[in-house]
């Protein structure tokens, strides 16, 4: 006898809402259904009716915790539509910022993944150490959270040189707790039992279910898209992907944890290695036809944005893949044969960002029948 | 007549209802702060279980449509009873306890079970999914502690050789802690074990894992009756830290400081303070486990040092 | 025994990573983007600041000819102070305040 847990739209274990319908028995989870939607914000229509300048603070809405990646790939889209080329030091603050979202957001993902396992203590530790993190980011754009310092042709704000030596203090501090982290999930018993051989992936089912990001690299795919298929400043700055091979949530951990330390090792390059120049090219927002898509590696995975200009001022078509709509689908192998305890756990271990999601359910408005697209057409190949 | 008055005032004030929920309740609130503090915060001031407490009371008293009302609505009170029976069977105010039978120890095995059982019943009549898997989860977990409990409690009696709670305070005067009897030592650490099941905290604290199941059983009460579970939490908790205070650290006994004699209520109130502060100390460096996990540690580790300190206690002499 | 033991007992004796706030506050750095203020005199009504808001929230103040922004739809992007050409618009470093209109 079999009987329905609903996880969502409200429930502890989401930061977020969308609806997973799980059916168990006992304690055995037996099936799930998602229905997502829940977030939808028209956020594409909305782009396509404001100008380019504009639409670089609504793209930046779209998400709370990868804002910057979000405006820095609206802008790198928008640059290439117009044929401009930022400046080499906007290039670089750009690496800087987005590396300390990079930061920022896999430490967030610790502490809330701790508190599914019911470690508050290791919670309230990363959320302290994440602070550092957006004290920084106040100090060198002027908000926590909402940086707006992209701009289409640049960025708005320098770097100045009296900010440097806070900056590589608090890096310091970030990195040596970074690295307490990784002790610490290394040796913990008990986040081991709880997070080893849970949700595993294995590496098939994620190249067959297009995972990204820190989910794929978790299972053995090696891809980064920012080695594969280098934008910005990354083309200069050197560093390593961290990649394991269980597939479980202790690996995508690991991944995480990992990629911190080297998030501070590229900040502390880019500092070094920062040119001196403008920062700011002029940019004239009309733009001609054209069509562009531009890649980059968000915290969670690859984002991908495409945009279609015609003449005016506003572009004619924006379209965003972020990167939680391409590891939803691999959630329906992560949960065969797991517990109700393990749900949280496994659905925050692909770090799921559903504001970033525009839509998924389609709704048939002549006949009134709702069609949710199933996992063949979420699925895409990938060699 | 004055047994009557007696046994009233035993019930209401002292160690009962009013004695042991302010204490229960104070114990709560330290063990917050505590919590803050070793997570580097300032954490809620100690009074908190107090403040929310008057402030659930003051909210309106909703049954839910779904769920069993008589059922739903006398859980939590019977729960709150079996608690104030449980803390006058401990010795509290002094070596002897305001109840006391020949076999105190089997009567409060039972009784300490009685708010698990009415917290299941609890969930099972909310009629949300929530409450009926914190219900199942339990009873898993209840089929895991008590038994080391139980093995615990018999290897004490089995060394003291008497199953009232009196009679193991007094061997403790006589002969020293039984927590420093090479016999008891292994029973000791399963005992501590089962505690931490016992009141429910991490890594145990599965029934009510609030980012699985809301809060298990109690998902779905709120005002005046979720305050009354918390209340029972609180006796439950100086109960169960009470017993292992009279079993294993000598229980209420009065020390001469100076010149001055101590209560011993003073002494109790030091030593369940100090018990309830290892579990929270627990409770902070571990993350939770799977109640597959938790079954299976309970019938291995634990089993096995209680049962090996029962059979030292009837061995060897 | 857990790896966190050694930093969870040193947290009891050091002082607290959070404040009591409201009794204590902490200091926001130079440059951070609080509430925006306007300086009338400045002002030279070229309305370049209605035309750089992302979100429409300057409007026209009718008696003083200077413009007006509606807080609740700022969203603290500071394009205004930017575009201002005489610097009329100024963004402070002023986060706990509850109008509802800067005029």
């Known amino acids: ?383 | 007549m004055i047994d009557v008055a007696w046994f009233l005032a035993a019930v209401l004030v002292f160690p009962g209802l009013l004695f042991s929920s302010l204490v229960g309740l104070l114990y709560l609130g330290v063990d917050r702060k505590v919590t803050g503090r070793l997570q580097n915060r300032i954490g809620p001031p100690v009074w908190q279980e107090f403040i929310d407490f008057g402030k659930l009371m003051g909210k309106e008293d909703i049954t839910p449509a779904p769920a069993q009302s008589s059922l739903f609505t006398a859980a939590p009170l019977l729960a709150l009873g079996a608690s104030v029976a449980a803390v006058l069977l401990i010795p509290v105010g002094s070596a002897q306890p305001a109840l006391s039978t020949t076999a105190d120890l089997i009567i409060l095995i039972y009784l300490l079970n009685l708010p698990a059982v009415f917290l299941m019943l609890g969930g099972y009549a909310s009629g949300s999914p929530f409450g009926t898997s914190g219900a199942i989860r339990y009873i898993v977990q209840l089929m895991g502690y008590e038994l080391v409990f139980i093995l615990a409690i018999a290897a004490f009696a089995a060394r003291t050789g008497t199953l009232q709670l009196a009679g193991i305070v007094e061997y403790q005067a006589r002969h020293g802690w039984l927590l420093f009897d090479w016999r008891i030592i292994p029973a000791a650490a399963a005992m501590f074990m089962a505690v931490q099941g016992k009141i429910l905290r991490v890594p145990f604290d599965i029934p009510e894992a609030e980012s699985e199941i809301v809060h298990g059983p109690l998902t779905e009460y709120s005002g005046p009756k979720l305050a009354i579970w918390r209340l029972s939490y609180g006796i439950e908790t100086v109960a169960v830290a009470g017993l292992v205070a009279s079993v294993l650290f000598g229980g209420p006994t009065p020390y001469t400081v100076g010149g001055l004699v101590l209560p011993p209520v003073l002494d109790f109130i030091i030593k369940t303070f100090l018990i309830v502060m290892l579990t929270t100390l627990i409770r902070n460096i571990m993350a939770r486990l799977r109640i597959d996990q938790s079954l299976k540690f309970y019938w291995t580790l634990p089993t096995l040092l209680a049962a090996l300190s029962l059979v030292l206690g009837m061995v060897v002499p | 025994m857990p790896k966190i033991l050694p930093t969870v007992i040193k947290n009891l004796f050091r002082r607290p990573f959070t404040v009591k706030y409201p009794k204590v506050r902490r200091e926001v750095p130079e440059g951070y983007r609080g509430k925006p203020v306007i300086n009338r005199e400045k002002c030279i009504r070229c309305w370049m600041c209605i035309r750089a808001c992302p979100d429409r929230a300057i409007s026209i103040n009718k008696e003083t000819r200077t413009p007006m922004i509606w807080l609740g739809r700022c969203t603290y992007c500071g394009e205004c102070a930017e575009a201002c050409p005489t610097r009329a618009i100024r963004m402070t470093r002023e986060y706990e305040f509850l109008d509802q209109y800067v005029r």
């Open chain 1, 1 to 383: 006898m079999t009987f329905i847990i609903p996880v969502g739209p409200q429930h502890p274990s989401l930061k977020e809402p969308e609806f997973f319908r799980f059916e168990v028995k006992g304690e055995e989870v037996v099936d799930v259904d998602i229905r997502l939607g829940y977030a939808h914000r028209g956020i594409e229509e909305a782009l396509a009716r404001r100008n380019y300048q504009h639409g670089v603070y609504l793209a930046e809405r779209i998400c709370g915790i990868c804002n910057v990646v979000h405006s820095t790939t609206y802008c790198q889209t928008v640059e290439q539509l117009a044929g401009v080329d930022p400046p080499e030091r906007a290039k670089y603050i750009r690496a800087i910022i987005m590396e300390l979202e990079r930061i920022h957001s896999h430490m967030l993902w610790l502490g809330v993944a701790a508190h599914q396992m019911g470690f508050d203590t290791l919670f309230m530790l990363a959320w302290r150490d994440r602070e550092h993190v957006l004290d920084l980011r106040e100090l060198i754009s002027g908000g926590r959270i909402h940086s707006a310092t992209n701009t289409v042709g640049g960025v708005r704000r320098d770097i100045k040189q009296e900010q440097i030596p806070k900056i590589i203090e608090r890096l310091r501090i970030v990195e040596g707790r970074a690295r307490a982290y990784v002790d610490l999930w290394k040796s913990d018993r008990t986040i081991m039992a709880r997070c080893s051989n849970v949700g595993v992936l294995r590496k098939d089912d994620a190249l067959k279910f297009s995972a990204v990001g820190p989910v794929a690299r978790a299972s053995g795919v090696n891809a980064d898209v920012r080695r594969d298929d280098t934008y910005g400043a990354y083309g200069d700055l050197s560093f390593s992907i961290p990649v394991e091979r269980a597939g479980d949530v202790w690996a995508r951990g690991m991944v995480r944890l990992m990629e911190i330390i080297e998030s501070v090792g590229i900040i502390r390059q880019a500092l070094e290695r920062m040119p001196s120049g403008p920062v700011r090219h002029p940019f004239d927002l009309k733009i001609p036809p054209n069509e562009a898509v531009e890649r980059t590696e968000a915290p969670r995975g690859e984002l991908l944005y495409y945009a279609r200009s015609n003449g005016t001022e506003m572009p004619e078509r924006v379209r965003i893949r972020t990167p939680t709509y391409g590891t939803f689908a691999s959630l329906r192998p992560m949960f065969c044969g797991a517990t109700i305890a393990e749900i949280p756990v496994v659905l925050w271990s692909i770090d799921p960002c559903f504001g970033c999601n525009d839509r998924v359910t389609l709704v048939n408005s002549d006949t009134g029948e709702v069609r949710v697209v199933t996992l063949g057409e979420l699925g895409r190949r990938r060699k």
